[in-house]
């Protein structure tokens, strides 16, 4: 009845004349003072949160933001695949340039990867994925791209980290998407050939994740360029943490550009800009090195001291001047969405893959350690991490291959593949206990452990994504009706402003009266929507559909209660965008189960990662409403959406079974693990395979042991074991021992590797 009633009322045609103009009863009477409140509550967009709101799209986001997702919209994506040249080029090229790489050399020797390496990447266009092959590149998709990053990252970050760059946020990025028909001409087929090999400079050393925020200063003037007098900008920078500078030949630049003598125009300050600098141009510092935690891919400061370049060295030409920052954001919005959650992908079906073979070839107390409910738990972590990961990352590069610019769904891909990943390798590292922290090439874990603090700070650090970005700009770009409000209150024409706020506000009236009771009744009956034919996991979408509605239903309240304030809510922001997140995860999620076959082994996975994901979503929803200042609100939505119902989080059942999928070889372990580069035998890595392997081969022998509680030696003298038997067993105990076996040195060796040791043998004498 009430909602029929807010719908007769938005569709009210009563008109009173007043002064010779005509205003609804509802706009004069309702609409006005409501409108007249909302200016000085609601959040108003400045510049830059405008240009970084427009500088990308919704996807599926949108769906979940209105509290009633059409399914349709994501059953109907088609799966990502790979072309033939695209799946040639991973199973050719990709391999012999792993081939190429030892990890342990390059971060504890060499400190870059070898100059054959660079030669043969330059070769293969490496560095050209993603530009067009009308420009000299391999024109690969989004996903193929992901895919070549994730391959080669399951053998070396640096080697990763090196090709991914090029092909990232930077200038390759930026020309194709907003340079000059000149510069699209000069400088792609350079950059995809590696002739030019890119750096982009952006963080500041005082700015750190405030791009705004940076002192890096351009200043319009005339200088000389090619025995020339031309129209051009004297450049000084100062920047920090920028891979592959130490080695680039073209600098991008982010800069705040100026124009004190008004050669372009009357304004003075133009804003950030982007130009391109060639790094031999005289006042252009490169070449030296950071080390970011130990991990030795190519990354340093750069800085510039009046530095001139022409204006036509401006990304889009003079045009674009000022607009940097828009370009900045609509190219991080794939970059977000590709790179870092394409390592996290690797590193955690890394972890999957050996704690799972080393829970089951290593014994404690005569039993595998994989048989023990404390292993188990975090085992199964790991596995449904690894499930969720690439599901999201194949739904993500799915929909930019589409031509979507994913700006929150690229945020909530970077913040939480990285941050899964960091529970992921330390599950791992906790099951492996002292196996994995002793460093040397047969520690397999260490050099993905090492870059964990890397993956959260960089492309936005995590902290910044998770609180100002996901639902920051989340809740303005894909609420139904939010940013067409606000748009509405900044309009300048006072009537134009009330008769546009007076068509939005109502129809969020509307939407917001059906969601209540939408959340009300799927929280008490469970009767949410699932599509039709959705099998074993309509429960799930059922259940996502629920907290969809409670979700839309908390966030409209926040903006009722907080208004502009929401921006400083800083914590409540955050868990907003944690429950928005863990939706399109689980989304994601059920996504992949059904471009994979509807696999039903794989279920355990699903149910694991929806449970998981709804108990943290119950939670967070639960935490924003105890925090909301008007406490009005809870007893309100407590008793409507039941925030604390349901949310147990995975049983004991459906652990165990994840667990077992990567515990023993099935065709789930299979499905979690493939796209990895082969291991070399001798490496950490094969050796655990080949035990994995064997032990798995003699389990019938062993099986046969423990029901008769006897040694392979008794068992051997009792007649249980044949001589042949026995020997096969000496062959697995071999390699296991080869697997539990860590690295040491002699003082020797140590000197080598760490030459100020100088090879000390006997503790200091102690100062008197």
């Known amino acids: 009845m009430l909602s029929r009633s807010v719908r007769n009322l938005c569709r009210s045609e009563r008109v009173l ?45 949108a769906e979940l933001f209105s509290g009633k997702p059409d399914w349709t919209v994501l059953r109907n994506m088609k799966a990502p695949q790979l072309t033939d040249e695209e799946a040639a080029f991973i199973e050719g090229p990709c391999r012999a340039f792993c081939d190429m790489i030892d990890p342990w050399e390059i971060d504890h020797h060499t400190g870059d990867i070898p100059s054959e390496a660079w030669d043969f990447l330059r070769e293969y266009g490496f560095f050209g994925m993603i530009i067009p092959k009308e420009h000299g590149g391999l024109g690969f998709s989004a996903y193929a791209h992901s895919e070549v990053v994730r391959y080669i990252a399951s053998h070396s970050v640096v080697a990763a980290v090196t090709v991914m760059v090029p092909n990232s946020l930077g200038p390759g990025e930026l020309i194709l998407q907003f340079g000059t028909d000149d510069q699209k001409k000069e400088w792609l087929p350079r ?44 450049l000084n920078w100062a920047k920090r943490y920028i891979t592959l500078s130490p080695v680039c030949t073209v600098l991008g630049l982010a800069f705040k550009l100026r124009d004190p003598e008004g050669l372009l125009g009357e304004a003075e300050d133009i804003g950030i800009t982007c130009a391109l600098v060639p790094t031999d141009l005289p006042g252009v510092e490169v070449g030296r090195r950071h080390l970011p935690s130990g991990t030795m891919f190519q990354n340093g400061p750069t800085t510039g001291k009046d530095v001139f370049i022409p204006l036509d060295h401006i990304i889009g030409g003079p045009d674009y001047a000022g607009r940097g920052w828009m370009m900045l954001m609509s190219a991080l919005a794939a970059g977000r969405g590709i790179s870092l959650p394409s390592l996290s992908a690797a590193a955690t079906a890394l972890a999957a893959h050996t704690t799972g073979a080393y829970s089951r070839i290593r014994t404690q107390f005569n039993l595998p350690i994989g048989l023990f409910g404390g292993v188990q738990e975090p085992l199964a972590r790991i596995a449904a991490s690894a499930y969720v990961i690439d599901a999201g990352r194949r739904l993500t590069t799915a929909a930019l291959d589409e031509g979507h610019k994913l700006a929150v769904i690229s945020a909530i891909m970077k913040y939480h593949a990285t941050d899964r990943m960091r529970d992921a390798i330390n599950d791992a590292m906790d099951v492996h206990s002292g196996k994995a922290v002793i460093d040397g090439p047969l520690n397999y874990l260490q050099p993905i452990y090492r870059t964990i603090p890397i993956g959260i700070t960089v492309e936005g650090a995590n902290i910044v994504t998770r609180n100002l970005i996901i639902f920051g700009q989340g809740a303005i770009r894909a609420h139904p009706h939010l940013l067409d409000e606000m748009q509405a209150l900044q309009e300048p024409d006072e009537d134009k402003s009330l008769d546009a706020f007076d068509k939005h506000f109502w129809a969020h009236v509307n939407h917001s009266v059906r969601t209540t009771f939408r959340a009300g009744w799927s ?86 990662a929806a449970d998981t994901g709804f108990a943290r979503i119950g939670q967070a929803l639960d935490e924003t409403i105890a925090n909301m200042p008007a406490k009005w609100v809870g007893w309100l939505l407590r008793p409507i959406i039941r925030p604390g119902a349901h949310v147990r989080g995975p049983s004991d059942k459906v652990t165990e079974a994840v667990a077992k999928l990567v515990y023993e070889p099935s065709a789930s372990r299979d499905r979690l693990v493939k796209g990895a580069h082969p291991p070399q035998p001798d490496s950490g890595l094969g050796l655990l395979d080949t035990a994995f392997k064997l032990v798995m081969e003699a389990e019938p022998i062993t099986k046969r042991l423990r029901t008769a509680r006897k040694s392979p030696r008794e068992g051997l003298e009792a ?12 062959r697995v105990e071999e390699a296991v021992q080869k697997v539990v076996a860590v690295d040491d040195y002699t003082p020797d060796e140590l000197s080598r590797l760490y030459p100020e040791m100088n090879r000390r043998t006997t503790w200091p004498e102690a100062a008197e």
């Open 17 to 61: 004349i007043a002064g010779g103009s005509q205003m609804s009863f509802r706009k004069r009477y309702l609409t006005r003072p409501i409108h007249k409140w909302a200016k000085g509550v609601l959040p108003t967009l400045s510049a830059t949160e405008a240009e970084a709101i427009n500088s990308g799209d919704v996807h599926f986001e």
């Open 191 to 234: 950059l995809a050939n590696g002739k030019e090999l890119p750096a982009f400079g952006l963080t500041s050393e005082d700015a750190g994740s405030d791009a705004s925020a940076m002192t890096d200063d351009g200043v319009i003037c005339k200088g000389q360029w090619n025995g020339k007098e031309v129209l051009g900008i004297r």
């Open 523 to 608: 929280a008490w009956t469970g009767r949410g929507d699932a599509p039709e034919g959705a099998g074993m996991v309509a429960p799930i979408y059922r259940r996502l559909s629920r907290w969809s509605a409670a979700f839309a239903l908390t966030a409209d309240m926040a903006f009722l209660t907080l208004g502009g304030a929401l921006k400083r809510k800083e914590m409540i922001s955050a868990r907003l965008g944690d429950a928005l997140s863990e939706m399109y995860l689980i989304a994601a999620t059920l996504k992949r189960w059904e471009d994979e076959g509807r696999n039903e082994e794989d279920l355990p996975l699903v149910q694991h």
């Open 719 to 730: 007649g249980i074991l044949s001589d042949a038997e026995f020997e096969q067993l000496e």
